[in-house]
């Protein structure tokens, strides 16, 4: 199983956007697919690699 995670950059201004797989047993691996981006291009990342990886994205409160 695969999730899409968009999550804010510690800069506070930028994004980060990570492909987690997660495996049976509950553990999840997280590879990073686009770091310190803007919104605009985190979203777009997101969907692009959701598409490719038939995964979901999520997005914590406070992101969106």
Sequence with gaps: MFEVRITRHWSGDTY??????WDRNGSGMPVGKAFNV???KAKSEAKRVAALYNAEIVMPEGVA
């Design 16 to 21: 980060n956007v990570d492909l987690v797989s």
């Design 38 to 40: 803007s919104r605009r």
